[in-house]
């Protein structure tokens, strides 16, 4: 009998549950540090200079050695909100997306909007160059201080909402650094899927 087999993406996916798929990608969830995955590119949480710092850049650039810092000097910068591209140095992921989210004050200073655009922008960039999978980390929920609930429902959600209008990804795993981060994501995945049934039955109304 045939055995289906499954691209490799690095130590995670003996890890990964799959915890949905929107059309032809998965969405997986997993506990790890981003530096070791495999997917075609993995998204940094960078600043808008592009100039390094602590956290899951320092990693990556640590990782990937100083052909990405290269890189991010001759673009120059990034604003927030949105996200760049440059090869991989001599990480397994081939491509560094550096996305930039915002710094969390008080959720009324767009925050939402130029986190979402973050990751709206790391997909964009990666379909353009016909990247098949990425992984990303939960941008901004470090040192820019964004509330992981509140972080995550935003990531989940603009990461479906794209899937569901284009083509072209076949996986997309969220790498969380915590196991509270990981349940965090994992309950806002279940949020989420009850909110979508619940408006399904309010469309489809009584009866139907
Ligand atoms: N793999 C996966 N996730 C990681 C890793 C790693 N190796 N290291 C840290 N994280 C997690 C953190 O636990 C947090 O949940 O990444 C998330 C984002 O945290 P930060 O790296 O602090 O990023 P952010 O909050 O977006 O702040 C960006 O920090 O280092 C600077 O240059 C960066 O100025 C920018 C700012």
Redesign the pocket.
């Known amino acids: 009998m045939p055995t289906l087999s499954r691209p490799a993406y690095g130590e995670s996916s003996k890890r990964t549950a799959v915890e949905r798929t929107i059309r032809n990608t998965i969405i997986s969830l997993v506990k790890?540090?981003?530096?070791h995955e495999q997917t075609d590119a993995i998204v940094n949480?960078?600043?808008a200079r592009l100039?390094?710092?602590?956290?899951?850049?320092?990693?990556i650039h640590r990782a990937g050695g100083p052909e990405i810092m290269e890189a991010c000097r001759k673009i120059g910068g990034c604003p927030t909100g949105s996200a760049v591209i440059t090869a991989g140095g001599r990480l397994k992921a081939r491509f560094v997306i550096h996305a930039v989210?915002p710094v969390y004050s008080d959720g009324r200073h767009g925050e939402d909007r130029l986190l979402s655009g973050a990751y709206a922008a790391s997909l964009e960039l990666a379909l353009q160059h016909d990247l098949h999978s990425i992984a990303f980390?939960?941008?901004?929920?470090?040192?820019?201080?964004?509330p992981?609930d509140k972080a995550a429902r935003i990531a989940l959600e603009t990461v479906a909402g794209f899937l569901r209008a284009r083509d072209g990804l076949t996986l997309v795993r969220f790498?969380?650094?915590?196991d509270s981060?990981l349940a965090v994501y994992r309950q806002t995945v279940q949020q989420i899927a009850g909110d979508r049934e619940a408006q399904d039955r309010r469309t489809r109304g009584p009866g139907d």
């Open positions: 790890g540090d981003i530096t949480a960078a600043n100039a390094g710092g602590g956290g899951v850049d320092g990693a989210g980390p939960a941008i901004s929920t470090g040192i820019y201080g964004y992981i790498v969380l650094f915590s981060d």
